[in-house]
């Protein structure tokens, strides 16, 4: 079995920082694409960032310039630096991953979701 498991989310003022961190663990033969996506009561969820087994990264263009996605193979973590926050970046996270493993072809998978809250 394969799971995402994200810390690092919580409540921070606007111009402030947060650091989002997703562990994937389990039977993992490898990982190819990880990203974070975010949702908000009401709306789609959207893609925040993405980066591939290589290294390449895309940005939603809301975020561009002011978060940073990162990955560590040798751990199967993707991390997410958040700076400059604004209200408008609050939201429920949540870690993606693509993954193959001993029991399954490439498989989507999810995190729990972590809130990051943006307020004064």
């Known amino acids: 079995q394969v799971q995402l498991v994200e810390s690092g989310g919580g409540l921070v003022q606007p111009g402030g920082s947060l650091r989002l961190s997703c562990r994937a663990s389990g039977s993992i033969l490898s990982i190819n694409t990880m990203g974070w996506y975010r949702q908000t009561p009401g709306k789609q969820r959207e893609l925040v960032a993405g980066i591939a087994n290589g290294g390449s990264t895309n940005y939603a263009g809301s975020v561009k310039g002011r978060f940073t996605i990162a990955r560590d193979n040798a751990k199967n973590t993707v991390y997410l630096q958040m700076n400059s926050l604004k209200p408008d970046d609050t939201a429920v996270y949540y870690c993606?991953?693509?993954?193959?493993?001993?029991?399954?072809?490439?498989?989507?998978?999810w995190g729990q979701g972590t809130q990051v809250t943006v307020s004064s």
């Open positions: 993606n991953a693509h993954i193959r493993s001993w029991v399954s072809t490439m498989t989507d998978y």
